[in-house]
């Protein structure tokens, strides 16, 4: 059973360019999910898929980010006209829906924009 | 106001000795999950244990266990046994709602752990 994983795991870019993470969860997992986390802080929710519907974003996603999942599977989140502001890490999780959802992390892309 | 609420930034314990990480939460509702993950400086998240909000005993993963106080709403991780491995950031987080539709996790600031010989 393979994990949840990311590329690139590390990503830098200078302001103004366009940026996509790929997220490829565990094999099964129904459910997806994106995280940010910036220094000193926890994961901050930031969109949600159920196979290939995104059925949540949160109000931190503006609209400068995207992501799709489209056929249910990987997924990409992608950052156009970057800003400083979003260095970060930007973490993927992954779920079966059931009671108890247990979210599943993969190892992250940390993002450093200059 | 803060959902989860990590009071301790950092925590010192010496090998093989027990901790206890703090964690606070707020939340109205009935059914909920409450979660630790242990983050080391890669960067991943490694879940840890879970506990819900209707289970009447204390959730129990190895040498974790989660110190579960419903009506002070605390969840507490307790780690026997420390080792230097146990050294990393962690975090606990909550699902409001138990069922159904697609359940974000809340986080805290996080404690970072010190395991010293």
């Known amino acids: 059973d393979t994990g949840v994983s990311q590329n690139p795991r590390h990503k830098i870019t200078k302001r103004g360019q366009n940026v996509t993470f790929r997220c490829d969860p565990i094999?099964?997992?129904?459910?997806l999910y994106w995280y940010r986390q910036t220094l000193g802080q926890g994961p901050e929710f930031l969109t949600y898929?159920?196979?290939?519907?995104?059925?949540?974003k949160s109000r931190l996603l503006s609209d400068r980010f995207s992501a799709e999942r489209p056929k249910g599977s990987f997924s990409t989140l992608e950052i156009q006209r970057t800003e400083q502001g979003d260095s970060a890490m930007y973490l993927c999780?992954?779920?079966?829906?059931?009671?108890?959802?247990?979210?599943?992390f993969g190892p992250g892309t940390r993002l450093l924009v200059l | 106001a803060q959902k989860i609420t990590q009071t301790q930034p950092g925590m010192f314990v010496q090998e093989k000795e027990a901790v206890t990480l703090d964690c606070t939460y707020d939340?109205?509702?009935?059914?909920?999950?409450l979660f630790w993950y242990k983050q080391p400086s890669s960067g991943e998240m490694i879940f840890l244990i879970y506990?819900?909000?209707?289970?009447?005993q204390n959730a129990t993963e190895g040498r974790y266990s989660l110190n579960f106080q419903k009506a002070r709403k605390s969840a507490n991780l307790v780690i026997s046994a420390s080792q230097l491995g146990d050294s990393a950031m962690y975090f606990c987080?909550?699902?409001?709602?138990?069922?159904?539709?697609?359940?974000?996790?809340?986080f805290g600031t996080g404690t970072q752990l010190k395991v010293e010989l």
């Open positions: 999780a992954s779920s079966l829906s059931r009671n108890q959802e247990t979210q599943y």
């Open positions: 094999s099964e997992h129904n459910r």
């Open positions: 898929f159920q196979n290939e519907a995104q059925l949540e």
């Open positions: 939340t109205s509702d009935q059914s909920y999950g």
């Open positions: 506990q819900g909000s209707y289970d009447e």
């Open positions: 987080a909550m699902r409001e709602g138990l069922t159904g539709g697609g359940n974000k996790l809340t």
